[in-house]
């Protein structure tokens, strides 16, 4: 139970952080290094811009940093409510997401996600 509490405290600060300061004018945040070493974007950049935009409300603005992760952000939310719904109530909710075919299928979204965003032309 602490170790759960600890994660929990630990999203709640990375979340403060985010709303206070703007990664994108804040050297505190990491930089990627697949970006830093190529100059392309992993389908990992941006995402702590749209959250940070997220958090203050501009949707529009989080997307344009990154669609992918405010896509799968009801999935993640789903999945960490059903985890805590189980550990809580004991009480099983159904696992669509959980399901093998699932991850592949991430898999393939994210490797396409990530070589499209740096086609010429794309941009989001």
């Known amino acids: 139970m602490w170790l759960l509490a600890g994660f929990v405290a630990t999203g709640a600060a990375g979340l403060v952080l985010l709303f206070l300061f ?3 004018h804040t050297p505190v945040f990491p930089v990627c290094p697949l970006h830093l ?16 935009q997220l958090l203050h409300g501009n949707l529009a603005a989080a997307w344009r940093f990154n669609p992918l992760t405010v896509s799968l952000l009801p999935v993640a939310g789903w999945l960490v409510l059903r985890e805590a719904i189980w550990l809580f109530a004991g009480r099983k909710l159904p696992g669509l997401v959980t399901r093998p075919a699932f991850g592949w299928a991430l898999a393939v979204v994210t490797v396409f996600f990530g070589i499209i965003r740096n086609l010429p032309g794309f941009h989001v």
């Not at 190529?38 to 940070?52: E, K, N, S, V």
Request: hydrophobic residues 25%; proline residues 11%; aromatic residues 6%.
């Open 22 to 24: 703007d990664p994108e």
């Open 37 to 52: 070493l190529t100059g392309w974007d992993c389908p990992g950049c941006g995402t702590l811009r749209a959250i940070h």
